[in-house]
């Protein structure tokens, strides 16, 4: 099982960022995947969540600016981040977990002006 996160980069207070995560080696639509990020000396906290069935989660933090989605025809998952704030700065984490945990590689997200 691998799963390859990209699309972090530098963003202004107020930008969007648009990170996806391909899945390999499962059966993608049958899978939830879920986003996590970490800043240095914190633990890696949850962001998001989607269901096989797309149903969703979010942490209270980013609720009405991320929206996390996927399209099973390419197995990938994706994390839209609108309205960015410094706070969002991390590595982002894909993650699924269809007998064991298994994580991406992280893709690092910035913030600031």
């Known amino acids: 099982v691998q799963l390859q996160a990209s699309g972090g980069g530098l963003v202004q207070p107020g930008g969007s960022l648009r990170l996806s995560c391909a899945v390999s080696?499962?059966?993608?639509?049958?899978?939830?995947v879920d986003w996590y990020r970490q800043t240095p000396g914190k633990q890696r906290e949850w962001v998001a969540t989607?269901?096989?069935?797309?149903?969703?989660d979010y942490t209270n933090a980013v609720k009405g600016r991320f929206t996390i989605s996927r399209d099973n025809t390419k197995n990938t998952a994706y994390l839209q981040m609108n309205s960015l704030k410094p706070e969002d700065t991390a590595v982002y984490y894909c993650?699924?977990?269809?007998?064991?945990?298994?994580w991406g590689q992280g893709t690092l997200v910035t913030v600031s002006s």
């Open positions: 080696g499962i059966n993608f639509r049958f899978n939830t």
């Open positions: 993650h699924t977990q269809p007998t064991r945990h298994y």
């Open positions: 989607i269901r096989p069935g797309n149903t969703t």
